[in-house]
């Protein structure tokens, strides 16, 4: 979670955020999706040191976007699973990301099956996201991969090597744990 933070000040950070699609509003807005229990809400609970609660549960856990301030520039908006079954999840989904200046496409250690690889290239090739996309790699303390490895994967399940999307590797429960 820190080198997502890092990562703000890092080079190439700058060029993100003059790609970025900055809407007129007071605090951007960074939209966080993927499939269900892939980490979202916990991820949200990580970046703000747990100081907000979103709902956090094995199984379908959000049912709405809800909005999150993140110290005081920013607003994290946590969305529904898609690909859950449930429609009115992913038009959610695609609701807030449609209004959002940053998109963080969370994915469990376990990659991508064909629903996840199919919704990430929908984001970055269809709607043409991929210069507001960050990919968050979530509970890598559970499975080590050699350097490089996920970074392919990512590359791989976007289809093509016009771009690279940036890829942050974390595991936010391990790191609220250590808050404790």
């Not at 939209?31 to 979103?54: F, M, N």
């Amino acid at each position: 979670v820190r080198s997502l933070r890092e990562a703000a000040s890092a080079p190439g950070a700058g060029e993100m955020l003059q790609r970025a699609r900055i809407d007129q509003r007071e605090k951007p807005r960074m939209v966080l999706t993927g499939q269900y229990s892939s980490g979202k809400s916990s991820l949200i609970k990580a970046l703000t040191d747990g100081t907000v609660e979103p709902v956090i549960d094995a199984d379908i856990a959000t049912d709405a976007a809800t909005e999150y301030p993140w110290g005081g520039a920013v607003v994290l908006v946590d969305t529904p699973g898609v690909q859950s079954g449930l429609r009115s999840h992913d038009e959610l989904a695609l609701d807030a990301i449609g209004r959002a200046d940053f998109v963080l496409f969370v994915v469990t250690v376990g990659l991508f099956d064909d629903a996840s690889r199919d919704y990430l290239r929908h984001l970055a090739n269809t709607l043409q996201m991929f210069g507001q996309m960050v990919v968050v790699i979530t509970q890598t303390s559970k499975q080590s991969a050699a350097e490089g490895v996920r970074v392919e994967a990512v590359q791989h399940a976007v289809g093509t090597v016009a771009y690279n999307l940036p890829v942050e590797e974390v595991d936010s429960v391990y790191y609220l744990r250590s808050l404790e």
